[in-house]
């Protein structure tokens, strides 16, 4: 027979157990808190704790315990149940998206370029992990993804198909571990190609200076005193990117055979570049020596290479606002299309770039070297042509959009 009534279980609270009958019992701790608990003999003598008053009241509790008898008559151990439904909860922690998608990243990056992997984390940190994270990747169905896609789906295209073909991909592989099983809920044709509108993805060139105006640029960077002034001065000469000048290495310079050797793991290809260095080139480099055992290019508090924006903000000193330090490629890639007969595969590599085709680059193997040498001395002296004369004339630098550019606009490709 029950001995306790709603008003006691609401009003008691001297410490104490306090039997309501056939082993439930209403327990209070000396702090105030009530639990409700649940004493059964199966085995020897356990305690089973079914919740806390008033989030169970005194019905709820008895309703509990008639479940729990219930459960024994049959043989089964509430307690053990308990135990093997937290084992599998916690196992499932253990296979969250978020713990997938690390694995996935830590399996591979060694093969991708730092940008590459720095791309991968910050996707995954913005978008994915805070939807997807917790959640089980067996779990994960079309609605769980499309909460991640949608709203940058219309908005950043290009980020927002990187980030489904990503998701695609951990699921991919947690599936090949025997995490999950069914189709990938991210996978676009003939599955979100039906619910989601084909990817926009417009290119936008960066601006760039024309190739005269790129001479005029490099004779007033000679005006300008430190690291981010000759880091921009190598970087038109070599028609680099960013993060390959400004951390450049004393030990990646060969000057015995006049080379610039970039490692694999410094180049967006994944493959080392060799660079032949001209004449100014190697001033520029010798300007910098004796400033840093290690870096080429040393910031300002000597503890690493130059930030990533010490370049552009040197261009804006300069007030060249209408290019970017990218753009110095194209500029260089169209000069090298319009102004010179040097042959499309030379021109490519001296820009690092895969050339087109595998068959292509099955037969061509080398790195035409000496070809790149002659087409960067033409570079060069192009450049060096393009000096301000000292009889007066306009020195000023002319975006490659402007109407009075000249020679035509270089921005027509997004080279990158």
Same mark, same amino acid.
């Given at each position: 027979?029950?001995?306790?009534?709603?008003?006691?279980?609401?009003?008691?609270?001297?410490?104490?157990?306090?039997?309501?009958?056939?082993?439930?019992?209403?327990?209070?701790?000396?702090?105030?808190?009530?639990?409700? $608990?649940?004493?059964?003999? &199966?085995?020897? /003598?356990?305690? @089973?704790? =079914?919740?806390?008053?008033?989030?169970?009241?005194? *019905?709820?509790?008895?309703?509990?315990?008639?479940?729990?008898?219930?459960?024994?008559?049959?043989?089964?151990?509430?307690?053990?149940?308990?135990?093997?439904?937290?084992?599998?909860?916690?196992?499932?922690?253990?296979?969250?998206?978020?713990?997938?998608?690390?694995?996935?990243?830590?399996?591979?990056?060694?093969?991708?370029?730092?940008?590459?992997?720095?791309?991968?984390?910050?996707?995954?940190?913005?978008?994915?992990?805070?939807?997807?994270?917790?959640?089980?990747?067996?779990?994960?169905?079309?609605?769980?993804?499309?909460?991640?896609?949608?709203?940058?789906?219309?908005?950043?295209? $290009?980020?927002?198909?990187? &980030?489904?073909? /990503?998701?695609? @991909?951990? =699921?991919?592989?947690?599936?090949?571990?025997?995490? *999950?099983?069914?189709?990938?809920?991210?996978?676009?044709?003939?599955?979100?190609?039906?619910?989601?509108?084909?990817?926009?993805?417009?290119?936008?060139?960066?601006?760039?200076?024309?190739?005269?105006?790129?001479?005029?640029?490099?004779y007033k960077l000679d005006s300008l005193e430190g690291a981010a002034a000759r880091a921009c001065e190598l970087m038109i000469l070599t028609a680099t990117r960013n993060q390959e000048v400004r951390g450049a290495r004393w030990e990646e310079i060969d000057r015995k055979e006049n080379l610039w050797v970039i490692p694999a793991?410094?180049?967006?290809?994944?493959?080392?570049?060799?660079?032949?260095?001209?004449?100014?080139?190697?001033?520029?480099?010798?300007?910098?020596?004796?400033?840093?055992?290690?870096?080429?290019?040393?910031?300002? *508090?000597?503890?690493?290479?130059?930030?990533?924006?010490?370049?552009?903000?040197?261009?804006?000193?300069?007030?060249?606002?209408?290019?970017?330090?990218?753009?110095?490629?194209?500029?260089?890639?169209?000069?090298?299309?319009?102004?010179?007969?040097?042959?499309?595969?030379?021109?490519?590599?001296?820009?690092?770039?895969?050339?087109?085709?595998?068959?292509?680059?099955?037969?061509?193997?080398?790195?035409?070297?000496?070809?790149?040498?002659?087409?960067?001395?033409?570079?060069?002296?192009?450049?060096?042509?393009?000096?301000?004369?000292?009889?007066?004339?306009?020195?000023?630098?002319?975006?490659?959009?402007?109407?009075?550019?000249?020679?035509?606009?270089?921005?027509?490709?997004?080279?990158?």
């Amino acid at each position: 027979m029950s001995k306790l009534t709603p008003k006691f279980v609401r009003e008691v609270a001297t410490p104490g157990s306090y039997q309501d009958g056939r082993g439930l019992f209403l327990r209070v701790t000396h702090s105030g808190r009530k639990n409700w $608990v649940f004493r059964y003999s &199966l085995g020897g /003598r356990h305690d @089973l704790t =079914l919740g806390v008053y008033p989030v169970l009241s005194l *019905r709820d509790a008895r309703l509990e315990a008639d479940k729990q008898r219930l459960d024994i008559a049959r043989g089964i151990d509430p307690l053990a149940t308990r135990a093997s439904a937290k084992a599998k909860t916690d196992k499932s922690a253990l296979h969250s998206f978020k713990a997938e998608a690390e694995r996935y990243i830590k399996t591979h990056s060694p093969a991708w370029s730092s940008k590459h992997q720095q791309q991968w984390r910050n996707s995954m940190a913005t978008y994915a992990y805070p939807a997807l994270g917790k959640l089980p990747v067996s779990a994960i169905d079309t609605a769980e993804v499309l909460k991640v896609l949608e709203p940058v789906w219309g908005q950043h295209p $290009v980020t927002a198909n990187r &980030l489904r073909n /990503r998701i695609e @991909l951990v =699921l991919d592989a947690a599936k090949a571990h025997q995490r *999950r099983e069914g189709e990938n809920p991210a996978r676009w044709r003939g599955h979100l190609d039906k619910l989601l509108p084909k990817p926009g993805h417009t290119v936008q060139p960066f601006t760039a200076l024309t190739s005269a105006a790129a001479g005029k640029l490099l004779y007033k960077l000679d005006s300008l005193e430190g690291a981010a002034a000759r880091a921009c001065e190598l970087m038109i000469l070599t028609a680099t990117r960013n993060q390959e000048v400004r951390g450049a290495r004393w030990e990646e310079i060969d000057r015995k055979e006049n080379l610039w050797v970039i490692p694999a793991e410094r180049m967006k290809s994944g493959k080392p570049h060799r660079i032949p260095l001209t004449e100014s080139m190697l001033k520029v480099l010798k300007q910098q020596q004796g400033r840093h055992p290690e870096w080429v290019f040393i910031n300002a *508090r000597r503890t690493g290479p130059i930030p990533s924006n010490a370049i552009g903000r040197t261009l804006a000193l300069l007030k060249i606002t209408e290019a970017v330090p990218h753009g110095f490629r194209s500029t260089f890639r169209t000069w090298a299309a319009e102004y010179t007969d040097h042959q499309r595969e030379v021109c490519e590599m001296a820009l690092a770039h895969s050339l087109g085709s595998k068959v292509e680059a099955a037969y061509n193997r080398g790195d035409l070297l000496e070809k790149r040498r002659a087409l960067m001395q033409d570079w060069e002296d192009f450049l060096l042509s393009n000096f301000p004369q000292l009889d007066g004339e306009r020195d000023h630098l002319v975006p490659a959009d402007s109407p009075s550019a000249s020679p035509p606009l270089l921005a027509i490709a997004n080279i990158q």
